[in-house]
């Protein structure tokens, strides 16, 4: 089946600085990603959607330019979160959509923000 | 926009019965249904999933069914064992077929032995 990764797994960081977090479709071409947000026992809230050489669409209610989103090949997207503070610790989670199956999605393993 | 409503919001059941998760949703052009499974700290797994012109779809204990007219969809699992203890999440797709996914707030599934 199809594989996404994200990287780091998880990060913890001092209030004010800049975290980078990839995501990557191993075995397929993803045309569009996705990035979600996710707080405990809540469900998955999409922030932007990511498409291959143009700007990420995003969701009412998120800074675009707080959440910087790159998305330079059909295997990688990047999210960063600038100047981050500690209500943007969370759980981000990609995903990615095979452009060969469009419907299927497909989630990588999630990082885990802790901004002190 | 798409709306999912997800219910039960919990649900505890005895190893070996039935559980049964039902979603609904608002926009009647959404065609595509997938249920995710999500392990506590874990990426969410894509078990099943239906499109609209099919009105159930079986994968061994694991069903859906889809009721177009009443706009709502319901996740199935037979025997369940210790180990279908996790959140599981319904999504519909809205917007075409580059459209994105809405998700249910989730049900948490306990199975006890």
């Known amino acids: 089946g199809a594989v996404v990764s994200q990287h780091p797994s998880w990060v913890i960081c001092k209030s004010g600085t800049s975290v980078k977090i990839e995501c990557r479709s191993l075995d397929f071409q993803a045309t569009t990603m996705f990035w979600y947000r996710q707080f405990p026992k809540q469900s998955l809230m999409l922030m932007a959607t990511?498409?291959?050489?143009?700007?990420?669409?995003?969701e009412q209610g998120v800074e675009k330019d707080k959440f910087l989103i790159n998305h330079a090949s059909l295997t990688l997207s990047t999210l960063t979160v600038t100047s981050a503070h500690p209500e943007d610790s969370s759980f981000y989670i990609c995903s990615a959509r095979n452009a060969g199956a469009q419907e299927t999605q497909y989630f990588g393993p999630g990082t885990r923000l802790l901004v002190l | 926009g798409e709306n999912v409503e997800q219910h039960p919001s919990t649900l505890s059941v005895q190893e070996g019965d039935s559980a049964v998760i039902k979603c609904t949703y608002s926009?009647?052009?959404?065609?595509?249904f997938p249920w995710y499974k999500q392990e506590l700290g874990k990426r969410p797994q894509l078990i099943i999933d239906?499109?609209?012109?099919?009105g159930e779809k079986k994968d061994q204990r694991i069903a859906v069914t889809l009721n177009k007219t009443a706009k709502h969809f319901s996740l199935h699992i037979t025997e369940t064992q210790p180990e279908d203890s996790a959140v599981y999440f319904c999504?519909?797709?809205?917007?075409?077929?580059?459209?994105?996914?809405?998700f249910g707030k989730g049900t948490k599934l306990s199975v006890k032995p």
């Open positions: 926009d009647s052009a959404s065609n595509y």
């Open positions: 999504a519909a797709r809205s917007g075409g077929s580059q459209g994105n996914l809405i």
């Open positions: 990511s498409n291959e050489g143009s700007k990420a669409t995003y």
């Open positions: 239906i499109r609209s012109n099919v």
